[in-house]
């Protein structure tokens, strides 16, 4: 099945560094999803982006929905211990019952 | 807290049991889902039921089925557990468009 390529797939940081983090496909999307894991939880949405080009903000975090509509990108600025965990993005696209495809998922681990 | 109820949270079963996962919704979404998620492979669709009374299959069908009770409520059905079904299973609901999909905690099942 398909998956969106997620990069890189782990990344190991200090605390109040800033991340960057991405995921392309060879398929156009309508919305382009940021989601945070927890251990032991579930994912949670960070940052949903609905139009081609779109920059939206959510704190310390900032997600850009390509304008080719093929990728996407988030960041986080001046990372805290709170940030780790593993960041999915994930696409939808507007038709039936509007199935998500996720990447592999980012590890972020924070050194403090 | 509202949102998606996933139980059991744990369970560890033998080869060739039955197990049925619950996952109930208390946000009135429409669509409903399950995924599987594996080391390295992010989440990938089991099933999915647009609307009540409808179930559809997803990436990785085989082995499981579901049952969508009412709107509430979306169980998936493991008929004969195989160890290659050892994972962690996350139930999703979604309300209409292009609205995102909230998950559960998930249930971590063990197959023996």
């Known amino acids: 099945g398909q998956q969106l390529n997620q990069s890189p797939q782990s990344m190991f940081i200090q605390e109040g560094e800033d991340v960057s983090m991405n995921c392309t496909s060879s398929s156009i999307f309508n919305t382009w999803l940021w989601y945070k894991q927890d251990p032991g939880e579930g994912p949670v949405l960070l940052i949903a982006?609905?139009?081609?080009?779109e920059l939206t903000s959510n704190g310390r975090l900032t997600a850009q929905f390509g304008i080719t509509r093929k990728d996407s990108f988030l960041n986080i600025s001046a990372s805290i211990p709170s940030d780790v965990g593993i960041y999915f993005c994930?696409?939808?696209?507007?038709?039936?019952?509007?199935?998500?495809?996720f990447g592999q998922g980012t590890r972020l681990t924070i050194n403090p | 807290n509202a949102g998606v109820t996933q139980t059991p949270k744990f369970q560890v079963l033998k080869t060739g049991q039955s197990m049925t996962l619950q996952c109930a919704q208390d946000?009135?979404?429409?669509?409903m889902y399950w995924y599987r998620q594996d080391p390295g492979m992010g989440l990938r669709l089991i099933y999915y039921?647009?609307?009540?009374?409808?179930?559809d299959k997803g990436e990785v069908p085989n082995g499981y089925n579901v049952s969508r009770l009412n709107k509430r409520e979306f169980s998936l059905r493991l008929e004969s557990a195989a160890p290659s079904q050892t994972s962690v299973y996350f139930c999703?609901?979604?309300?209409?468009?292009?609205?995102?999909?909230?998950f559960g905690d998930g249930t971590r099942l063990s197959i023996l």
């Open positions: 994930a696409g939808l696209r507007i038709q039936g019952a509007q199935k998500l495809v």
């Open positions: 982006l609905y139009k081609a080009g």
């Open positions: 039921s647009a609307s009540e009374g409808t179930t």
């Open positions: 999703a609901s979604r309300v209409v468009g292009d609205q995102p999909q909230h």
């Open positions: 946000m009135n979404h429409n669509s």
